[in-house]
T-cell receptor, first 115, second 110 residues
């Protein structure tokens, strides 16, 4: 089974801190994604990556950046955490189009609280 | 208007009931359709995947796609308390990005 592992389940950070969320997948998927999930708003795409060192902005990239130095690892960075970034963060990976698309495989999520 | 609309519920049914969960979409370019199940404080897990109109069955679950009406459904037969979760529909065009509904919260009461 494909595994997508997020480094932390729960994080509490202070306003203004730089925060790193790490995600690792073990199935050689080309694509990796970062979403945040909030009640009533559903899943919103922050950034995604099709390949190593490639990144694309999603729907809500402001206040975030990403890094993909290796194919299996995709990091989300909150440059200066703010309280409105308190949320559940979900990492996902998938095959590239051209292969049969079975959908995303998600990690278990990181619940981030910014105080 | 969102590209994918899903009634958030909550939906509460007695054990053994048939559950119907639905999503509508506005863009006819969507080709691949999925349903995810998300338990509380967990990541979503893929439940059903379909391509093209029609029905797909997997045990107690049936996914239905009606492209002419831009409408997809998930039916759960003989619902169990363990089916209590949030169900997310998702769909994809020809690119790599999936578009999600906001999720429907389901509770199955023993």
């Amino acid at each position: 089974d494909v595994k997508v592992t997020q480094s932390s389940r729960y994080l509490v950070k202070r306003t203004g801190e730089k925060v790193f969320l790490e995600c690792v997948q073990d199935m050689d998927h080309e694509n990796m994604f970062w979403y945040r999930q909030d009640p009533g708003l559903g899943l919103r795409l922050i950034y995604f990556s099709y390949d190593v060192k490639m990144k694309e902005k999603g729907d809500i990239p402001e206040g975030y950046s990403v890094s993909r130095e290796k194919k299996e690892r995709f990091s989300l960075i909150l440059e200066s955490a703010s309280t409105n970034q308190t949320s559940m963060y979900l990492c996902a990976s998938s095959w590239n189009t051209g292969r049969e698309a079975y959908g995303y495989t998600f990690g278990s999520g990181t619940r981030l609280t910014v105080v | 208007q969102k590209e994918v609309e899903q009634d958030p519920g909550p939906l509460s049914v007695p054990e053994g009931a048939i559950v119907s969960l639905n999503c509508t979409y506005s863009n006819s370019a969507f080709q691949y359709f999925m349903w995810y199940r998300q338990y509380s404080r967990k990541g979503p897990e893929l439940l059903m995947y379909t391509y093209s109109s029609g029905n797909k069955e997997d045990g107690r679950f049936t996914a239905q796609v009606d492209k002419s009406s831009k409408y997809i459904s998930l039916f759960i037969r003989d619902s169990q308390p363990s089916d209590s979760a949030t169900y997310l529909c998702a769909m994809r065009k020809s690119g790599n990005q999936f578009y999600f509904g906001t999720g429907t919260s389901l509770t199955v009461i023993p």
